[in-house]
Nanobody
């Protein structure tokens, strides 16, 4: 049984930065690709970023490319999302997710395990 626990959300002004963390326990973290998704009120859950098992390859949604950085520390069983130059439209609940298949996946239903989410609010 996987447990994924996000942290690091909060309230920040536009232009600011936050770093989200997602700590995993219960399975071999390095055998899972990891993703970050977000869901704003009244909107569908959307893909943000993906990182492969080794961390060698990363992928981003166009809306965050150049501003967000996904990384992982397999020794700590943790994946991170560094968010810079935040905009009000980045406001959402952010979720981390795990996927056994290492191939890039942008659809939420292609991930096997989910965290409970952490709120990020960007004020203008």
């Amino acid at each position: 049984q996987w447990q994924l626990v996000e942290s690091g959300g909060g309230l920040v002004q536009a232009g600011g930065s936050l770093r989200l963390s997602c700590a995993a326990s219960g399975r071999t973290f390095s055998s899972y690709a990891m993703g970050w998704f977000r869901q704003a009120p009244g909107k569908e859950r959307e893909f943000v970023a993906h990182i492969t098992w080794s961390g060698r390859s990363t992928y981003y949604a166009d809306s965050v490319k150049g501003r967000f950085i996904i990384s992982r520390d397999n020794a700590k069983s943790t994946v991170y999302l560094q968010m810079n130059s935040l905009k009000p439209e980045d406001t959402a609940v952010y979720y981390c997710a795990a996927r056994r298949n290492n191939v890039l996946a942008k659809a939420w239903n292609e991930y096997d395990y989910w965290g409970q989410g952490t709120q990020v609010t960007v004020s203008s």
